[in-house]
């Protein structure tokens, strides 16, 4: 298993460029997540996923979109990139909403200038 | 709200000295709190929750209801401690959602 997979590693983007981070799992777990993770703030949930075609806001969805159409995968696209968006941005999986443990990605690391 | 705190953003000890993170939550309800990890150059992993009551890596955290905290502790740090450390909530509704602090950053001086 590859667990949670992340691409790119790294990415600069000038202000109003758009991307996409990617993520996938191969755990089949149904719930997916986004985090940003900034000094001092601790990570901030953006986007998550209770299952394929199910997605919800965060604490900071502002910017961002998702979309969920497969188990396996939960990208995650910055509409118009701005400099407040420069972060770490980690994805994150889980069995179910319980107790389990959720699996975390390598992270992006995203500068925007 | 549901909230979690970690009032120290460092906390720096030698080898072999006691080790206390703090973190204070606020949740209406039975929480569910966990500590993860973040080693250099790692990805975040889980260190341990509450349910399960154990001991990982010398490390132990117990929850307080009356004190709404949740500090992980170890009696004799080591250096391969040093990382970040966060302390996160279930957030209520199954949903796969954590609530997490700031994050502490331990440093384990030799």
């Known amino acids: 298993n590859a667990g949670v997979t992340q691409t790119p590693k790294f990415q600069v983007l000038k202000t109003g460029q758009s991307m996409t981070l990617q993520c996938a799992q191969d755990?089949?777990?149904?719930?997916m997540s986004w985090y940003r993770q900034d000094p001092g703030m601790g990570l901030r949930l953006i986007h998550y996923?209770?299952?394929?075609?199910?997605?919800d806001q965060g604490e900071v969805p502002n910017g961002y979109n998702v979309s969920r159409s497969t188990t396996e995968d939960f990208p995650l696209r910055l509409l118009s990139a701005a400099p407040s968006q420069t972060s770490v941005y980690f994805c994150?999986?889980?069995?179910?909403?319980?107790?389990?443990?959720?699996?975390f990605g390598p992270g992006t690391r995203l500068t925007v200038t | 709200a549901q909230r979690v705190t970690q009032p120290e953003k460092l906390l720096s000890v030698f080898k072999g000295a006691p080790v206390e993170l703090k973190c204070n939550y606020s949740?209406?309800?039975?929480?569910?709190l966990f500590w993860y990890v973040q080693y250099s150059r790692q990805r975040l992993q889980l260190l341990l929750r509450?349910?399960s009551r154990e001991s990982i890596k010398g490390f132990t955290a117990d929850l307080n209801k009356g004190e709404t905290s949740f500090h992980l502790k170890k009696p004799f740090a080591q250096e391969e401690d040093s990382a970040m450390y966060y302390c996160?909530?279930?957030?209520?509704?199954?949903?796969?959602?954590?609530?997490f602090g700031q994050g502490t950053t331990l440093q384990v001086k030799p």
């Open positions: 994150a999986s889980t069995h179910d909403g319980g107790s389990y443990e959720q699996y």
């Open positions: 755990m089949n777990h149904e719930y």
């Open positions: 996923s209770v299952g394929a075609g199910i997605t």
């Open positions: 949740y209406s309800g039975s929480p569910e």
């Open positions: 509450h349910i």
């Open positions: 996160a909530l279930r957030s209520s509704g199954n949903t796969g959602k954590l609530i």
